[in-house]
């Protein structure tokens, strides 16, 4: 279903082939297939695959008070169609953890570092029917209170690192120039733990056409965020717009997902060589563009054993200089 179809919006139950009464036992199964897959391919930090989610966004953005469950609204998405998304008739509060059980799961089942994503609040504020605030910058602020609780949360049950993914950063570049950055920072603010944000231009599986470069980027180097998190691969970005982020540690997606063929460890490599004229080598982390959940789990665990063979080869091409 979800290779034909864009990510969920609102709750999609009828998603999950599992009966209800075993379905958390299910997620937490395959949430061990996913990190094992992480570890025997050599990730240094490993995530829980999101095996719980029925998209990235929706299952922190539908858990909120002020969102309607049963009569959700509408948005276009990024492919033009008119998509169900969380219509909002209420203020914006979060009244429970929604990912802290994931994260003491991961933490409990590997010994390397461990990342847990949450959606950001400019991104959520784009996928919401607002009928309540007066303004979407209103209803962002919100939102990134909401976000700046869960991050806590998350530190407080053993995350490493928290992940702010903010796609629509590019789909809206001139929205996001009126009000994200103020929402971002609402999130991260008073956070003591390392945060990355992500941005990137969609699945590559579902989004065509890709721009050659980001139309918002630069803007998040002023951001409390500590890593930013880009695509390379599917774009093919000139890297020299990574010069726009000095304070920033770079985490740089190397691996191209949408498409199945696997890279080999020179191809990463040959990507990871292009932006080191523009961020040091001590600045920058190797990962994946975006997620791999439309790729067979065979071609991703491909993948990613090539991004970590490839980041060794230029690693010990600079331990030589």
Same mark, same amino acid.
């Given at each position: 279903?979800?290779?034909?179809?864009?990510?969920?919006?609102?709750?999609?139950?009828?998603?999950?082939?599992?009966?209800?009464?075993? %379905?958390?036992?299910?997620?937490? /199964? $395959?949430?061990?297939?996913?990190?094992? @897959?992480?570890?025997? &391919? =050599?990730? *240094?930090? #490993?995530?829980?695959?999101?095996?719980?989610?029925?998209?990235?966004?929706?299952?922190?953005?539908?858990?909120?008070?002020?969102?309607?469950?049963?009569?959700?609204?509408?948005?276009?998405?990024?492919?033009?169609?008119?998509?169900?998304?969380?219509?909002?008739?209420?203020?914006?509060?979060?009244?429970?953890?929604?990912?802290?059980?994931?994260?003491?799961?991961?933490?409990?089942?590997?010994?390397?570092?461990?990342?847990?994503?949450?959606?950001?609040?400019?991104?959520?504020?784009?996928?919401?029917?607002?009928?309540?605030?007066?303004?979407?910058?209103? %209803?962002?602020?919100?939102?990134? /209170? $909401?976000?700046?609780?869960?991050?806590? @949360?998350?530190?407080? &049950? =053993?995350? *490493?690192? #928290?992940?702010?993914?903010?796609?629509?950063?590019?789909?809206?570049?001139?929205?996001?120039?009126?009000?994200?950055?103020?929402?971002?920072?609402?999130?991260?603010?008073?956070?003591?733990?390392?945060?990355?944000?992500?941005?990137?231009?969609?699945?590559?599986?579902?989004?065509?056409?890709?721009?050659?470069?980001?139309?918002?980027?630069?803007?998040?180097?002023?951001?409390?965020?500590?890593?930013?998190?880009?695509?390379?691969?599917?774009?093919?970005?000139?890297?020299?717009?990574?010069?726009?982020?000095?304070?920033?540690?770079?985490?740089?997606?190397? %691996?191209?997902?949408?498409?199945? /063929?696997?890279?080999?460890?020179?191809?990463?490599?040959?990507?990871?060589?292009?932006?080191?004229?523009?961020?040091?080598?001590?600045?920058?982390?190797?990962?994946?563009?975006?997620?791999?959940?439309?790729?067979?789990?065979?071609?991703?665990?491909?993948?990613?054993?090539?991004?970590?063979?490839?980041?060794?080869?230029?690693?010990?091409?600079?331990?030589?200089?």
């Amino acid at each position: 279903m979800l290779l034909t179809s864009m990510p969920p919006r609102t709750r999609l139950h009828s998603l999950w082939r599992v009966a209800p009464e075993f %379905l958390e036992q299910a997620q937490d /199964d $395959a949430t061990l297939l996913a990190v094992h @897959d992480q570890e025997r &391919a =050599g990730l *240094d930090i #490993v995530t829980d695959g999101e095996m719980r989610r029925e998209s990235y966004s929706n299952r922190f953005a539908t858990a909120l008070e002020g969102i309607d469950l049963d009569n959700p609204g509408t948005k276009t998405s990024r492919s033009g169609a008119q998509v169900p998304v969380p219509r909002c008739v209420g203020k914006i509060r979060r009244t429970h953890a929604v990912n802290v059980r994931d994260v003491q799961f991961l933490r409990a089942n590997t010994d390397r570092q461990i990342k847990i994503t949450v959606p950001g609040p400019f991104t959520m504020t784009m996928l919401t029917a607002n009928d309540f605030y007066k303004s979407q910058a209103e %209803l962002a602020l919100d939102y990134g /209170d $909401a976000v700046n609780a869960e991050i806590k @949360d998350s530190f407080a &049950a =053993g995350a *490493d690192v #928290v992940q702010v993914d903010e796609p629509y950063l590019q789909a809206h570049a001139e929205e996001a120039r009126e009000f994200a950055l103020p929402a971002i920072e609402r999130a991260l603010a008073g956070i003591t733990g390392t945060t990355a944000l992500h941005t990137c231009f969609g699945y590559g599986a579902l989004v065509k056409g890709r721009p050659a470069g980001y139309s918002f980027l630069n803007e998040l180097n002023g951001t409390a965020v500590n890593q930013v998190s880009i695509e390379t691969a599917q774009c093919n970005l000139d890297c020299s717009e990574l010069a726009g982020l000095p304070q920033k540690t770079i985490l740089l997606g190397v %691996l191209a997902l949408h498409t199945n /063929d696997v890279e080999t460890p020179e191809m990463v490599a040959a990507r990871i060589r292009r932006a080191l004229p523009f961020v040091p080598a001590e600045r920058m982390i190797i990962a994946p563009d975006c997620g791999l959940k439309y790729l067979p789990r065979a071609v991703a665990f491909g993948k990613l054993k090539a991004m970590v063979d490839g980041a060794a080869i230029v690693r010990a091409e600079l331990a030589k200089r």
